[in-house]
């Protein structure tokens, strides 16, 4: 584990090799789960505002689910979450093909709104938890990405690098500047040890 500011970010951040390979596991991990996607407070406020746009790229049962619950509830673990339909699907997610895509990032694509989506979805496989004095930065293993496993190894591409666009929107470039330095100065240690 390496500290950068307030943030305390696991090895296996910097260690992993990772790229997202969606023509494999067709987006799966907006599907399956326990829970909605982690909402800040800012990106319910966000959801709301932009909700005319992303809509019409919603399925009937999504636009329900919100038209009913609202753009978030709480789970078990106390998070403001996206809500979820048929027990495990994102409100925000619909199906092209045997592929899932986000409505939200859909809309955004198509320069309808300027949100991208929730962090916490730009961020996945990473996952933030706050605590009182700092936020824990670790990689969330899961089955449903194996193959983004194997894509990141024969590309050699560390998740930290294949998620630079959104750890610059969480933390800002100067901290992924930061991330960057440690994690050079941790392989070339790591290399004149072998």
């Not at 500047?177 to 440690?182: G, N």
Request: glycine share 4%; charged share 30%; aromatic share 12%.
């Amino acid at each position: 584990m390496i500290q950068i500011d307030q943030t305390i970010v696991s090895s296996e951040v910097l260690d992993t090799q990772f790229v997202c390979d969606l023509s494999k596991c067709n987006g799966m991990c907006c599907v399956y789960g326990d829970s909605g996607a982690p909402l800040e407070d800012h990106e319910i406020a966000e959801l709301e505002r932009i909700y005319p746009k992303i809509k019409p790229y919603m399925t009937k049962a999504g636009i329900r689910a919100v038209e009913r619950h609202g753009f978030y509830v709480t789970d078990i673990a106390e998070e403001k979450v996206t809500p979820i339909i048929k027990k495990e699907e994102c409100v925000y997610a619909y199906f092209e093909g045997k592929s899932v895509y986000c409505a939200i990032e859909k809309a955004f694509r198509n320069k309808e709104i300027d949100f991208y989506k929730p962090i916490s979805c730009h961020l996945y496989p990473i996952r933030i938890t706050k605590y009182k004095d700092f936020e824990a930065v670790n990689y969330h293993r899961w089955d449903i990405c194996r193959d983004a496993l194997c894509l990141g190894k024969s590309q050699k591409t560390p998740l930290y690098v294949f998620l630079k666009e959104p750890l610059i929107r969480k933390y800002g470039a100067e901290w992924y500047e930061k991330l960057c330095i440690a994690a050079d100065h941790i392989k070339s240690s790591h290399i004149q040890t072998i």
